[in-house]
């Protein structure tokens, strides 16, 4: 037996406890494996992976087990990752384990099915077909010119079916499982940085890159809220700012809230950066992840875009972390660990010395205080002002328009003559109702009864095509109980309007007009989004209606007309962050109005039409709505004015729940002297959910790390007293319902 045998490795095992376990590194092992080694071992009765975070001269208390195997491969972890995801155990408080499973590419996932991908082949031109195989010419359109393919699911079904004789022809092919947007060649001698130079920039961006360039060529920690209306061009400014980390040679890593929602970005990006580019996404499947992400990890790849959990990318030399829509809710995890992707974007840069650069046209509030103390470079980008006035915007009193037309419909007169004038001028329109359904919910006029879920507390939602109820929560569905399940009164009334009785409503008061919906129910496979996107895009839909999905990231030049309908709707949830949500949807939603040569309009429905909120939204005056928002924060001591943990006991049994809550509650108690201000325990906004039963504890403190670290001696002052699997821990919440 060698000596290094005789020492001993601290491993960081995936699971809810938060310590390493120590094991020996026995003497069959060949050499001493290097930190963040990925290692097989025992693990109570079975065998879990595992990967070494540190060494420890002396014996532990109890005999430590031998490590099994070493897995092959090296580290997969370098020290600055183990150090950042050390920094994600300790602040979001799951184990280091956890944390690193959450940074590695997921073992196990399924892979998709093959993706299909149609190409026209050189020389293919529509005029080249006979003039009336019209059907076919329009699907050979539809393929890129320029050869870049595009994927079979994308296309409308009509088109598909031409594919087969299009390749018989020999003016497309079909290429399998290759997805256009992941470039997985290794980057070629010679390669330039961008394969295609971008527009020349606008005065406003250029101005704003003689501040930011400097500093991404200096290669050192530096924080910028680039803040823009929305179509004012900061994804050129992004892109400028990559070039310029890659021709320094660094690295860059480019997150954007959801990939899926954003492909018509991803391509725009694949297309100027081939040579170096890697897209990392939950889309991809379990081999072409790993292929992608050892591309990265070897160096062949430097430029990385992904959603949230590609700032844990392995990229080496970074020189510049861009975060896109950085408000987006999306970059919160909301299982464990329960990072912050935008947070832990900005502590990774720091940690590596580069630039980070977070964007947005309605900068979350914590970002823009950061902005405000210096401590971020607050950057803006007004182009949009400048050549294009912004989109005219209405506010309509659906309580007046209810007193006129003597009833609740979803469809104000104003709204209807407005999509009648838009869609007469050969314009687009987009209808944001932001819930899904045909109605939210069913009431029994006779005993009160409102049809609820029976594991969670909300109201079931009525999804008239598909004839069930369903619970957005949790799943649920039953059929149309057809009678009050209480007094048998059977006619159940439907309250509210949910997108499919909107669409239903557009197609009665536009005959006509072609009206398409975009939401959960109507996108559900993958392609599908992009498809119906496309087609807008194409100007084959004329009104597109859906929830909050149609406001993300989209240019659209025709569209002319933007209607709201329910707009202050969300801004009567019990949570601290509805009215900055509420704002931000609005302004995105609003911005999409008038983004060609034509002006925009945007028409908004509401109950409380004099709402601050709204009225910010409508004239889109970011910050006043921010001067207004944080001075309420700072009188109710919510975020960014302090640090804030939401802390959630569930159990199936309500009194043990509460019991529970209340010893959490009492140890918080104890630690706290004086400088943590608890609210609760008390039920949870939304009281039961999956059948369990939820009590709150909301932990606030100015200092941030001494909340973490209170939060953490109470959690372990209860252990064994309260079952971990019990107790939700949300360090920096973005919702506490
Ligand atoms: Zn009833
Ligand atoms: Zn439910």
């Known amino acids: 037996v060698r000596e290094e045998a005789e020492r001993y490795a601290s491993v960081a095992v995936p699971v809810p406890v938060r310590r390493e376990f120590t094991y020996t590194l026995g003497a069959e092992l060949p050499d001493r494996p290097s930190l963040g080694s990925r290692v097989r071992v025992p693990f109570g009765a079975r065998k879990v992976v595992g990967t070494i975070v540190g060494w420890e001269e002396s014996p532990p208390e109890i005999a430590a087990k031998p490590i099994e195997s070493v897995l092959p491969g090296g580290p997969v972890l370098d020290p600055a990752m183990l150090s950042l995801t050390k920094f994600v155990a300790d602040y979001y408080l799951c184990s280091w384990g956890e944390a690193i499973e959450a940074a590695l590419p997921p073992r196990g996932a399924a892979t998709p099915r093959a993706r299909r991908e149609a190409r026209r082949l050189a020389g293919a031109r529509s005029d080249s077909l006979p003039g009336r195989a019209v059907a076919m010419r329009r699907a050979l359109e539809a393929i890129p010119a320029d050869g870049s393919g595009v994927a079979v699911h994308a296309l409308t079904p009509a088109e598909r079916r031409k594919i087969p004789a299009l390749v018989g022809l020999g003016l497309v092919e079909v290429v399998e499982g290759i997805d256009r947007a992941t470039p997985v060649l290794p980057e070629r001698a ?39 209306a929305t179509g004012s061009g900061k994804t050129e400014v992004y892109l400028r700012a990559a070039a310029e980390c890659l021709r320094a040679g660094r690295s860059v890593l480019y997150l954007v809230p959801e990939i899926g929602l954003t492909p018509l970005l991803v391509s725009r990006i694949a297309e100027r950066f081939s040579g170096t580019l890697a897209v990392l996404h939950s889309g991809l499947g379990r081999t072409e992840r790993a292929r992608t992400w050892d591309a990265v990890r070897r160096g062949e790849r430097r430029f990385v875009v992904g959603a949230r959990s590609a700032v844990f990318a392995p990229l080496t030399e970074l020189g510049l972390v861009v975060v896109d829509e950085e408000q987006d809710g999306s970059y919160k995890q909301d299982e464990r660990p329960r990072y912050h992707g935008r947070d832990v974007a900005v502590v990774r840069a720091r940690e590596a010395g580069a630039v980070v650069l977070l ?25 949009r002002f400048e050549e294009r006035p912004l989109a005219k915007v209405r506010i309509v009193d659906m309580r007046k328009e209810y007193r006129e037309v003597g009833e609740v419909r979803p469809l104000s007169r104003e709204m209807i003559r407005a999509l009648r004038e838009c869609l007469g001028e050969e314009g687009q329109a987009l209808v944001l109702r932001n819930r899904r359904g045909w109605a939210p919910s069913l009431y029994c006029p006779s005993c009160g009864n409102r049809i609820s879920c029976t594991r969670c507390s909300l109201a079931l939602t009525w999804h008239r095509s598909a004839g069930l109820l369903r619970c957005h929560a949790c799943g649920l569905e039953r059929p149309h109980p057809g009678a009050c399940p209480t007094c048998h009164h059977d006619e159940l009334r439907e309250i509210g309007a949910g997108t499919e009785k909107v669409e239903d ?25 992009e498809a119906l996107l496309r087609r807008f895009d194409r100007g084959e839909i004329d009104v597109l209606v859906g929830t909050q999905m149609i406001a993300k990231g989209h240019d659209f030049p025709n569209v002319t007309l933007v ?95 509460a019991t529970w809550a209340a010893s959490i509650a009492a140890a918080l108690r104890a630690e706290e002297q004086g400088r943590l201000l608890l609210t609760g325990p008390s039920p949870a906004p939304i009281e039961r959910l999956r059948g369990r039963y939820r009590h709150q504890i909301l932990v606030r403190s100015a200092g941030r790390m001494r909340l973490v670290g209170a939060v953490d001696r109470a959690l372990r002052a209860v252990e064994g007293a309260v079952p971990r699997t019990a107790i939700v821990v949300d360090v920096d919440p973005t919702s506490v319902l």
Do not use: C, K
């Open 505 to 529: 409503s557009l197609r009665e008061a536009l005959p006509g007009a072609r009206i398409e919906r975009m939401d959960r129910d109507t996108v559900r496979g993958r392609g599908a989004h």
């Open 563 to 657: 209607g709201v309908l329910t707009a202050d709707q969300s801004l009567g949830l019990p949570d601290f962050r509805a009215g900055e949500r509420t704002f931000q949807l609005l302004t995105q939603v609003a911005g999409r109005a008038g983004r060609g040569s034509r002006p925009g309009r945007v028409v908004i429905q509401a109950f409380d039409p004099a709402h601050p909120i709204l009225r910010d939204a409508a004239s889109q005056d970011y910050e006043t709505f921010f001067d207004r928002e944080i001075a309420y924060r700072r009188v109710l001591r919510y975020p960014p004015l302090s640090a804030l943990v939401q802390i959630v006991v569930e159990d199936e049994r309500d009194a043990r729940a």
């Open 359 to 383: 964007g947005s046209a309605t900068p979350s509030l914590e970002s823009f205080q950061h902005a405000r103390s210096g401590r971020y470079t607050l950057l803006a980008l007004g182009g």
């Open 190 to 228: 010679g390669t330039p940085i961008e394969a295609r130079p971008g527009p020349a920039p606008s005065a406003a961006q250029a101005a704003v890159l003689e501040t930011l360039l400097p500093a991404v060529r200096e290669g050192a920690y530096r924080a910028f809220l680039l803040y823009g």
